[in-house]
């Protein structure tokens, strides 16, 4: 099982995301040096009802080097029928999410709810082995549901005894959501404690943040989320390439993440209108990438900050995070305009992102 030996490390694995971890993001990520890539959540009982929309989640592209899909189910026969979907349909592991923090999810007893049920989640996983056959089966977990509950050591080696092949931890709670940052420790101290290897995650946004991560953790891999979504070039930085994060530089990424999504999604009007949202939803991140500071250091964009120094009028532009602007910024890169901040229109600072979605043109 090479993808095994892979998440031993040190793998750059792109984070599943929804919306985030669509097929052409992923497939920009990769293009720019993510060694793993996963899918999108998909809710398995969604895939025995057949919904079209969920199937189009598990979809690997023919040139996804290594590409996992992510499961939510609750009891063991969803779970090994999903596994065996999963493996028939061509990925190369099946993981099983144990962070979903959201309510929606977790009342319904998927996602992180499971956090609570480590005997439960030993059965999952064996029942998910079953299902998967040759294909390995990984589990991602967050450190608890609460910071008064901080079992992750206990529901990795329920993960671990039901026959997990590895494991991805989040070094947060569930309670915790974003509000602090990942204990990296506490990620290093499951490591530690597993036969099976372990990959990292939370709060990687620059190649020091992987080195840090590594020395403080001891684990080699890191999964990228927000980082990747603010700064998909996060996975070159990570592997020496030169970056061009200059706002001209940026622009060539977007563009072709566009061009990307334009080959998935299809060229004609149908095409491009189903792309469409994901543009303007990328801007939303794309516009909080805030360049290293003089000083060389940086400012943390997981949080949402206020970018206070552009340097130029065009990087103004990238920065700004009203969603007409972003509606603006969508229909140039799609149409393959030029971008220049002399022609945004001056009431696109007050527009909805739906007063200027004007239909999409070549
Ligand atoms: C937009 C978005 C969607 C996410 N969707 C999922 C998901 O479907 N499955 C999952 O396991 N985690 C999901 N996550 C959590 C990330 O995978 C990751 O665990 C978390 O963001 C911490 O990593 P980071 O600090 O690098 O962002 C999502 C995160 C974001 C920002």
Redesign the pocket.
């Known amino acids: 099982m090479a993808i095994l030996s892979l998440l031993a490390g040190p793998a750059l694995v792109m ?6 971890s669509n097929l052409p993001y992923r497939r920009l990520c990769q293009a720019l040096g993510a060694t793993v890539t996963m899918s ?2 998909a809710v398995v009982r969604s895939l025995q009802h057949r919904k079209r929309s969920e199937f189009a989640l598990i979809q690997r592209a023919p040139d996804e080097r290594c590409f996992g899909v ?1 499961l939510a189910g609750r009891t063991a026969d969803e779970l090994r029928w999903g596994a065996e979907l999963v493996a028939s349909r061509g990925a190369d592991f099946v993981d099983l ?1 144990l ?2 923090p959201i309510d929606e999810f977790t009342r319904r007893g998927l996602g992180a709810a499971l956090l609570r049920k480590p005997r439960r989640v030993r059965d999952l996983v064996a029942a998910m082995k079953q299902g998967a056959g040759a294909i390995p089966v990984t589990v ?1 977990i967050r450190l608890g549901w609460s910071e008064d509950d901080r079992n992750a050591l206990d529901v990795a080696r329920a993960a671990e005894d039901g026959g997990a092949d590895a494991l991805t931890v ?1 070094g947060r709670t569930r309670s915790a959501r974003y509000r602090h940052a ?1 204990d990296w420790q506490a990620i290093g101290e499951v490591a530690a404690a597993l036969r099976i290897p372990v990959v990292g ?4 946004l620059f190649p020091e943040d992987i080195e840090r991560f590594r020395a403080i953790s001891g684990v080699q891999s890191v ?5 990747a ?1 603010i700064k998909p070039w996060i996975f070159a930085e990570a592997t020496g390439q030169p970056v061009d994060d200059s706002p001209e530089g940026r622009l060539a990424v977007y563009r072709r993440y566009v061009a990307l999504a334009r080959e998935h999604f299809g060229d004609d009007e149908r095409g491009l209108t189903r792309l469409r949202p994901f543009v303007v939803w990328h801007l939303g991140f794309w516009c909080r990438f805030v360049p290293r500071l003089e000083d060389g250091t940086y400012v943390p964009m ?1 949080e949402r900050a206020q970018f206070l120094a552009p340097r130029t009028p065009l990087e103004a532009l990238l920065a700004r995070p009203e969603p007409g602007v972003h509606a603006w910024l969508a229909t140039r890169l799609i149409a393959g305009d030029e971008i220049g901040p002399d022609d945004l229109p001056d009431d696109a600072e007050t527009a909805t992102a739906n007063d200027l979605a004007e239909a999409p043109s070549g």
């Open positions: 984070a599943p995301m929804t919306k985030g999108e959540m992510q999410n962070g979903c991602k989040h990942a995650n939370g709060d990687v999964m990228i989320a927000r980082g979504l997981q």
